[in-house]
């Protein structure tokens, strides 16, 4: 698999969908659709033909600026190549989610969409420290122009207030990675941007710490994690549906990847010392999350509060320092990624209907459109934790390696799956169980086009919940590698 060659057809794509739109309105979605559909069969392919005998599905390693040790490295594991599959599958999910939605600018706006994935498939295939904060910058661009151009009525405000926070964020990592580069070069006497040699960095454990915070607060930003989460539910809110797919569904994994592949791997003991805050924000998350998420009266505010309280399991898993919570963390990105997608998805699919986000001015919808009622509570009971579902194996999972570490913060975090019960269940009541709202107008079910991709979603969590040892197979023998001694 040339990873390279994926995203230069990401980036390609980008191009013509944009140019194509002086052809014909419509042609920039199809292809758009059709690149992710090629990207996505070409992902399972390499899937189903496994790695090599290093475990890699592919490496290319070539210098790029020699004099500053900066190489052309990207490499895909079975991380990354699970992460790289979600995210071309999310592509079409976004893709069919705006087929309509979107009514200037078709071009550009599928240049922007597909110009985003290939930064984050860059995100998560690049080995060399300096050509990860460039893809980590590449996706963060069109994302801004997604909501500050096609957002709601406050885009303008959401889309600088995302730009901001995770940019600020961003440039302290990139001062976190030169301090890491500079202080290497002193010790070894090589300039180098390698993810495999500063992993083997020799730091004294003080300078260790302060590069980790500069790591560990870029990631939770981008997560995110209380107390930098305030900039999500107005970029959810106002972004249109497929950028809020894209939120959910990729860029808030990029934050929970960044965690699991280079704080804990190249800070690995300062990491261990700082586990109780780790799992305590996870926790904090949870239920903070949860509680702001069931006072939300709008539709997408609520689902964009559930994702901060579903990213803190992830914080909880990774620092119980457990080859179960890891695993659990995991499998909480993929199952997260599909569920939050779909309901990021219905919200989208409602609001072009009715042009309100407000659950008090639904009420009944399942009478006026069964599919998408059936639909969303699936996803409803699948975010919330139903056994047999991906997101109750992940957050399972993580409780269990958790409980390890601690049992307070482990009961802590268990009630978070309450929580999410009773505003999961609050959502279904209050937009489609009840009385019929007699304001509302006749209203168009799902057709063909958004139930296909719904189905789609639906088997990737019915498979990930009853076969996840799919993935625990994958992951199982880069644990070692990631969490280091601590196995």
Not at 42 to 67: H, K, M, Q, S
Request: proline residues 3%.
């Amino acid at each position: 698999m040339s990873v390279m060659l994926l995203i230069l057809l990401l980036l390609g794509a980008g191009v013509v969908a944009w140019v194509s739109e002086r052809v014909n309105t419509t042609l920039p979605n199809w292809i758009a659709l059709i690149t992710f559909v090629a990207t996505t069969l070409w992902v399972l392919v390499i899937w189903f033909n496994g790695p090599d005998t290093d475990g890699l599905y592919a490496n290319l390693n070539r210098e790029w600026i020699p004099r500053f040790g900066i190489d052309l490295h990207l490499r895909v594991d079975a991380l990354s190549l699970m992460l790289i599959g979600l995210t071309t599958f999310l592509g079409i999910v976004a893709v069919v989610s705006s087929w309509t939605e979107t009514k200037t600018r078709h071009g550009f706006f599928q240049f922007n969409i597909l110009w985003v994935m290939a930064g984050v498939i860059g995100v998560f295939s690049a080995f060399d420290l300096f050509l990860f904060f460039f893809f980590w910058e590449v996706m963060l661009i069109p994302m801004y122009f997604l909501i500050a151009i096609w957002g709601h009525e406050d885009k303008e405000y959401a889309s600088m207030k995302f730009f901001l926070f995770t940019q600020i964020s961003g440039l302290l990592m990139l001062v976190a990675i030169v301090a890491l580069v500079w202080i290497n070069y002193n010790i070894s006497g090589v300039l180098t941007f390698d993810y495999d040699v500063l992993k083997e960095a020799n730091l004294d454990i003080a300078t260790a710490r302060l590069l980790m915070l500069g790591f560990f607060i870029a990631f939770i930003t981008k997560l995110p994690s209380v107390p930098v989460h305030t900039w999500l539910p107005d970029a959810h809110t106002q972004a249109p549906t497929a950028g809020s797919v894209i939120l959910a569904g990729i860029l808030l994994k990029t934050g929970a990847y960044g965690i699991i592949r280079f704080v804990v791997p190249m800070f690995n003991e300062a990491s261990k010392e700082f586990w109780v805050w780790g799992m305590s924000l996870g926790v904090i998350s949870i239920l903070y999350g949860g509680y702001l998420a069931y006072s939300q009266t709008d539709f997408k505010r609520l689902v964009a509060y559930s994702s901060i309280a579903h990213m803190g399991f992830i914080l909880v898993g990774v620092y119980s320092f457990s080859k179960l919570g890891t695993q659990g963390a995991i499998i909480t990105m993929i199952a997260h990624g599909f569920s939050t997608a779909a309901l990021f998805m219905m919200a989208g699919a409602i609001q072009e209907r009715l042009h309100t986000r407000e659950m008090s001015k639904m009420g009944g919808l399942w009478v006026r459109a069964p599919r998408m009622g059936a639909v969303t509570m699936f996803f409803v009971v699948a975010s919330v934790g139903m056994p047999g579902l991906g997101n109750f194996i992940g957050e399972f999972l993580v409780l269990i390696g958790a409980f390890q570490k601690s049992v307070v913060l482990t009961v802590f975090a268990a009630i978070g799956i309450v929580v999410a019960a009773v505003y999961g269940l609050s959502l279904m009541q209050r937009s489609f169980q009840g009385v019929p709202n007699p304001d509302v107008p006749k209203m168009h079910d799902f057709a063909f086009r958004e139930m296909s991709v719904m189905v789609l979603l639906m088997i990737a969590l019915v498979w990930v919940g009853i076969y996840p040892q799919s993935l625990l197979q994958m992951t199982a023998p880069l644990l070692s590698e990631l969490l280091r001694p601590t196995l």
